[in-house]
Nanobody
Framework: QVQLVESGGGLVQPGGSLRLSCAAS????????MNWYRQAPGKERELVAQ????????GYRDSVKGRFTISRDNAKNTVYLEMNNLKPEDTAVYYC????????????WGQGTQVTVSS
């Protein structure tokens, strides 16, 4: 049974920080690239950050570069998203995603965790 369980979301003031975690089980975590997506009300889901299976390469959308950091611990089957200097426009439900390169059907999602940035 594949599971991705996000945690760490909540309410934070602008300029604050949060660290999201995604715990994976039911598949070979170290064989999958991991991604964080987010979706704000009335908007399309968008890719926030991604990391290769070994953690060697990362990528970020322009609006979060320099503020967010994605990392993973394959020994713990966990991927993280450290978010600093949060802005109101970061408010969204954040989703953890696992994808195996070359295997289109191996694409898994977590339930999401709410991040609200407001004063």
């Amino acid at each position: 049974q594949v599971q991705l369980v996000e945690s760490g979301g909540g309410l934070v003031q602008p300029g604050g920080s949060l660290r999201l975690s995604c715990a994976a089980s039911g598949f070979t975590f170290s064989s999958y690239s991991m991604n964080w997506y987010r979706q704000a009300p009335g908007k399309e889901r968008e890719l926030v950050a991604q990391i290769t299976s070994t953690g060697g390469i990362t990528g970020y959308r322009d609006s979060v570069k320099g503020r967010f950091t994605i990392s993973r611990d394959n020994a713990k089957n966990t991927v993280y998203l450290e978010m600093n200097n949060l802005k109101p426009e970061d408010t969204a439900v954040y989703y953890c995603n696992a994808r195996r390169v070359g295997y289109l059907r191996d694409n898994y999602w977590g339930q999401g965790t709410q991040v609200t940035v407001s004063s």
